[in-house]
């Protein structure tokens, strides 16, 4: 079967303002925390440690896989040859089976270990002969039995020596990978040293570490995109501009509140991200297939994360399933680790800009839109163009400049535009979340 990753990049190379988005599963934690990879168990119980079962981890990528809302499932060389080549769970899939290629020592998260505290040293378990046909030495007609890409990550601290090894490390990947068919993703974390970069200057750091690094690397050695951390829309920018043909993607690092997932994605595509790799926010969520479920209507434009996080917490109310947090906390923004030991920077996903909105707008708060402003009709069924001009509250819906005039209603009720499109802002709330509960096969 074709493979969506494969139509999408070649959508975005001919376009790189296409709304093309590649969304990718992380399932490779195995290769880094071990036993607590797969999560909490629900049977544990405060103040007890019990971790589902690698079993079960690998039961949550065959959902997610089958569900088909993702283009990438990125896994351990053990999961890829249990799943991709045994299983061939991958074969009527429009999903690509990707392994972890490598496993820097930055990612070594043992339970009372400190190897992460310790400037990130290149190193490598998988064999990419494993991923391809399962066993060493594959003949040519061999390597498209398994998989054909893998993720490879990078760690810069600012220290010669260490960063050389890095470097030299990662070149004899790129000649066998070149040699064998296997395509990569480039990752490029922040450092795990703190201090060794200003903070103001680490988004620059890390751009330009890229663009020296494969300024020397021609097409055929290239990775087909980047996986980053969002820096913001500055350092997002830059890179865009510097090389659309990059393909930039980003990580999601740990997983934090709804709200933070939500909104990181949103920012980072609309600054340039065509790419996003979740692998502990899709994997702490209370109900995975629903949280990529939305995930997926993010970024196609249909849903803003403010409203994504609220129609989620009704859906998780209709399957009887207790939320992490209540939704008011949910809907609010927090710090994250953005390395696997959480020794790195943490950052914070930027609130938009007031200026871009309207002063004082409470849209992108927790808190009711009466309390920010009165009259506002970001919150209501009205048009936002009743109440202040170019308000940016649904800057992921369609907006009145460039929509075509709304139908009074679809087949089933709901507003829409003429194009088939939701129209969002003449929904009440209660339309709102019934709309969405029919996309998830949840009924009302």
Known sequence: MDKSLDRKLAAIHANPNSREFILADAKDADMAFGIGAPGLSPESHPGELKYKTLAEYRDQIRAITRQGLVDIMLMSASTNYALTLEERLFDNSHVTPAIRANDTTDVHIARGSHYAESAALPFRSASLD??????????????????????????????????????????????????????????VFDPNIPGVIAPELLGSYI????????????????????????????????LFRYDPHLVIGILGGSAGTTLDAFQLLADAQKYGAKVALYGRKINSAENQLAFVQFLRLIVDG???????????????????????????????????????????????????????????????????????????????????????DDCACHSQEPQKASAPAPKAASENGYPKFDNGLPDF????????????????????
């Open 130 to 187: 494993h991923a391809m046909c399962g066993h060493l030495d594959c003949a040519p007609e061999e390597r498209s039995k398994g998989s054909n890409l893998g993720l490879y990550s990078v760690t810069f601290n600012n220290d010669l020596q260490n960063d050389l090894r890095t470097l030299q490390a990662f070149h004899a990947f790129r000649e066998e990978a070149e040699r064998k068919g296997f395509r990569y993703f480039l990752e």
């Open 207 to 238: 751009n330009d570490m890229i663009a020296r690094m494969l300024a020397g690397v021609a097409t055929p050695g290239r990775p087909v995109f980047l996986k980053i951390v969002y820096h913001g829309p500055k350092a997002m920018e830059e």
């Open 302 to 388: 249909v849903i803003g994360p403010v409203e994504a996080v609220k129609a989620y917490h009704a859906v998780l109310q209709r399957l009887g399933i207790k939320p992490h947090r209540p939704l008011e906390d949910d809907l609010k923004l927090q710090a994250m680790n953005m390395s696997y030991g959480g020794t790195s920077t943490s950052v914070t996903v930027p609130a938009k800009p007031t200026a871009d909105n309207h002063d004082g707008c409470g849209c992108q708060t927790a808190k009711p839109a009466a309390d920010k402003h009165e009259g506002c009709g970001c919150q209501t069924a009205k048009p936002a163009a009743d109440k202040h």
């Open 425 to 444: 802002t003449r929904m009440s709330v209660s339309q709102r979340l019934a709309y969405h509960r029919d996309r998830l096969g949840l009924g009302r």
